[in-house]
């Protein structure tokens, strides 16, 4: 066995020699971005013949630059993406973006070469940020023949900006930019990014590997001296299979050991700046036929304190060691030795090592949907300004024209306050998007060319102060709500619209309604007009009240016409599923918005009934964890609920299908599940219980994120003393409170018990009601299940034991908590919402922590240079 624990140390190497399937081989270059900078578009995409690489060109993945093609030069042949490329004359800033996955590992690779393209011999220096954080400084100064620099970074969203900046006279350029896709349990820093120094196999071979011998396309340098011995690979073969890091066989089959079997093998470095944390990967296997009694067996040293042993590695098996935890080389120079152990007959062996220092990226990204929406607004003004590249926010001295935004802390994304568009020559609408800069407060559209009216939504913008329309071509009247926040306080400027009107009668119009500069002048005309149209509207509800049967709902969301609820749907084409009183189709609005409209079913008697409670609860709620209500429709017998699409369906689909939900997935919907129940009981006044919480009510967006849906059978609580309602059963069997089912007395704890369920399938995969078990329900089943005290014949075997078992015992645990028969033993969801974080710290942690059964322990100290030197 490799496990072994030692105390008294304070970092580790991790041995791996275990199979993992979860990562596809890439040999068909899944995930992979290649662009070619400069390249032509009528050229892409083209081979790469010697990689097999395919590169594309990088012209839809950035705005500015001009191309380049890089002078001969003698002695050096560089392959075709390297041979143009693309340079920034203009501007501090130029970005690149990529999608990405979020929370994906990606070796990020950006390659320099300079070629004297402009004639003028001047080769640049600049800096490479990601996002809005730097990364590293280019310097062709130094690097005349070109440099090529590497990052392993995870993204924190679905965008990769890599911007290059201007810090001196010189132009920035770029030849290709790389992303590959790795393992995500691979290269994990305990914080950062990993910068490589070097990465190097042991051989006296003068060949470069790379793609697609390594199928995540890592360069791998030769790498020899004198003082070393050379082995060559005598075993049939390498078993490179095992390995989580995929070491291609064509980097083991030589090995370097010290030329006297009694010498260490010894590897040194230096950095550049001293202070620099440092991470060594060394990949070990023994490719030699051991005779008789013979056996390689070494000690690790690092610094003067540390050292770790014995190691020996195991015939034909791929063993990547490293530190968990980041280290510091003293005065910047890194020494690291392999010593052969007393009783070992061979000396000690090594086949490859990589090399990284951290990189902390501490600032933020401004708040992501501040990013979505300002973006909505570039594309629909088509504005093409140079400044607007990278992250709108920060650094703060690239802050893009016409942007203020918050600061609070470098851990806290920066938010949107102020949109100036003044003299853009904008033309069309006002556009919906600006809505979504949710904390805007000032907004200046002036001296453009707008038509159409002026929005109501400008009033819905709780934070919106300053409002600048003038000089536009605005028409129609200005809608009452923002007349009544100017009484408010709201400063409203329309100069300049001739056809714009003060209120809704504008054939009528006067010049002396007209709003000729500032509309804050005309406050008490504004409060006439409130005043006597408030009276008209109580005089009309007054005569009809009582005789309408079904009253239409009052919403300020949209109401659909039955012709456009058809429109949408292409007359119900494509049906998603069943939902909670009718069937549910995909549409589209305006073309280009995915909705899902679930359609009233004429035969549902409690069909009415349930469409008005849900669209009167979605109406008054909204959080980030409730599906979002877009519009409705309640044109006669058509009742409609149109919502934001789910596109990756429900959780009961995701359990019940082919593909593997992993365990952090899985507490992640529970959360998002429970934080929305939390605020249906907390958050509302007065407080909701959903009464039909299911797997199958539990919605998923693009990005997986749980959504709460069907609010046809939720009740409103009283507030007060009293802990429950007295009301007719009503939910789905199985997840149906049971206490609530014997004493019709509802609760917000029948919901915590149907959630108890819904966690319950999420740990087991197990259907809530099977009738061929000896304890039907889940909840019974797990019961006994749990007497036996191993909770890996519990948990879903899809997930093949790959999870915390910590995590796994405190949400079941939590899970039988939450369906316990009497409701006063139940916890609330607030806690229910603590303890699935902690099940998730404690998930996050296992794939970080060096405290593993196939970790081991030792102590290591030592740094890095660009190349490695051997003593």
């Not at 790795?182 to 990465?199: D, Q």
């Not at 599906?627 to 044109?635: A, I, R, T």
């Amino acid at each position: 066995s490799c496990c072994r624990k030692m105390s008294g140390l304070f970092l580790a190497f991790l041995i791996l020699s275990f199979g993992i399937s979860d990562f596809p081989q890439a040999q068909d270059q899944q995930g992979f971005i290649s662009l070619d900078c400069g390249l032509q578009a009528n050229e892409s995409p083209y081979t790469e013949p010697i990689t097999k690489l395919t590169f594309t060109s990088d012209a839809d993945f950035i705005k500015t630059g001009e191309i380049g093609k890089i002078q001969n030069v003698p002695g050096l042949d560089y392959i075709k993406p390297y041979r143009v490329l693309r340079y920034f004359p203009y501007g501090a800033r130029n970005c690149y973006t990529l999608s990405v996955i979020q929370g994906t590992n990606y070796l990020i690779v950006a390659m320099f070469t300079y070629g004297n393209y402009d004639s003028l011999n001047t080769h640049p220096k600049f800096d490479l940020y990601l996002g809005p954080n730097l990364w590293t400084t280019v310097d062709l100064q130094r690097k005349v023949n070109g440099t090529r620099v590497e990052i392993i970074h995870i993204p924190r969203s679905t965008s990769l900006q890599v911007c290059l900046v201007k810090t001196g006279t010189t132009t920035p350029l770029i030849s290709a930019l790389e992303l590959r896709p790795l393992r995500n349990n691979t290269y994990v820093p305990l914080s950062g990014s990993l910068k490589k120094l070097f990465r190097v196999y042991l051989t006296d071979s003068k060949d470069t590997i790379r793609y697609p011998e390594d199928v995540h396309d890592r360069l791998w340098s030769p790498f020899f001296t004198p003082e070393w011995k050379l082995l060559r690979k005598s075993l049939l073969s390498v078993n490179t299979s095992d390995n989580e890091y995929d070491i291609p066989e064509d980097v083991l089959v030589t090995a370097a050991t010290p030329a006297t079997v009694s010498s260490p093998l010894t590897i040194s470095w230096n950095l550049e700046t001293p202070d620099d944390l440092v991470y060594a990967y060394l990949h070990v296997t023994e490719i030699q036929s051991l005779k008789g009694n013979d056996s390689r067996v070494f000690n690790i040293i690092a610094g003067q304190n540390v050292s770790y042993g014995p190691v020996s590695p195991e015939k034909s098996e791929v063993y990547s060691l490293f530190n968990t935890s980041p280290v510091k080389c003293e005065g910047g120079i890194c020494n690291l030795q392999l010593i052969r152990n007393t009783n070992s007959t061979l000396p000690p062996i090594l086949n490859a090592i990589e090399a990284f220092i951290t990189v902390e990226f501490p600032q933020s990204e401004t708040h992501a949907n501040d990013v979505a929406a300002i973006k909505s607004i570039e594309t629909s003004y088509g504005l093409s300004k140079i400044s607007w590249q990278g992250d709108p926010c920060v650094p703060q001295q690239f802050l893009w024209d016409g942007l203020t935004c918050e600061y609070t802390n470098m851990s806290t994304p920066p938010r949107i306050h102020s949109l100036g568009l003044s003299s853009s020559e904008l033309t069309g609408i006002i556009v919906p998007e600006i809505q979504n800069l949710t904390q805007l407060q000032k907004l200046d559209l002036s001296n453009n060319s707008l038509t159409g009216g002026v929005p109501e939504f400008l009033a819905k913008m709780k934070s919106l102060a300053v409002i600048n329309l003038s000089g536009n071509n605005l028409s129609g009247s200005v809608p009452q709500a923002l007349l009544d926040k100017v009484k408010k306080g709201l400063k409203l400027n329309i100069q300049g619209n001739q056809n714009l009107c003060s209120s809704s009668s504008c054939n009528k119009r006067k010049n002396s309604i007209m709003l000729p500069v500032i509309v804050a002048s005309l406050v008490s005309l504004v409060a006439i007009i409130a005043g006597v149209t408030l009276l008209l509207v109580c005089k009309k509800r007054g005569t009809s009240s009582g005789k309408v049967l079904g009253p239409s709902i009052e919403t300020k969301r949209r109401r659909f016409t039955y012709a456009e609820v058809l429109a949408m749907t292409n007359n119900n084409e494509r049906v998603l599923g069943k939902g909670g009183f009718g069937m549910v189709y995909h549409g589209y609005i305006n073309g280009t918005e995915e909705v899902a409209v679930k359609l009233l079913s004429p035969s549902s008697a409690q069909g009415y009934k349930e469409f008005k409670t849900e669209v009167e609860l979605l109406l008054r709620v909204y959080h980030t964890n409730l599906v979002n209500l877009v519009g409705y429709c309640d044109e006669k017998d058509h009742l409609a609920l149109i919502y934001q699409y789910m596109a990756n369906g429900d959780l009961k689909q995701h359990l019940s299908g082919s593909s593997i939900m992993s365990w952090v997935d899985r507490l992640n919907i529970a959360i998002g599940a429970a934080l929305g129940l939390e605020y249906l009981h907390t958050g509302c006044r007065p407080l909701i219980v959903h009464r039909d919480v299911k797997s199958s009510n539990i919605l998923l967006d693009d990005q997986f994120q749980a959504k709460l849906a069907d609010f046809g059978l939720s009740s409103s609580f009283p507030i007060g003393d009293e802990s429950h309602v007295s009301t007719l059963v009503a939910g789905t069997f199985g997840y149906l409170d049971h206490e609530y089912y014997r004493t019709n007395r509802l609760s917000e704890k029948s919901d915590v018990y149907s959630f108890g369920v819904v966690l319950l399938e999420i740990i087991t995969n197990k259907p809530v009601i099977d009738h061929t078990r000896d304890r039907p329900h889940i909840a019974e089943w797990v019961k006994f299940m749990l007497t036996t005290g191993d909770i890996n014949n519990i948990m879903d075997h899809k997930l093949q034991m790959v999870y915390d078992s910590g995590s796994a015992w405190k949400a079941l645990e939590l899970a039988m908590t939450c369906v316990s028969p009497s409701s006063l033993e139940r916890p609330n969801m607030s806690h229910v919402v603590h303890e699935l974080k902690e099940c998730l710290i404690s998930e996050n942690k296992r794939t970080r922590d060096i405290d593993t059964t196939r970790s081991i322990d030792i102590n290591l100290s030592f740094g890095t240079d660009v190349n490695p030197k051997a003593r």
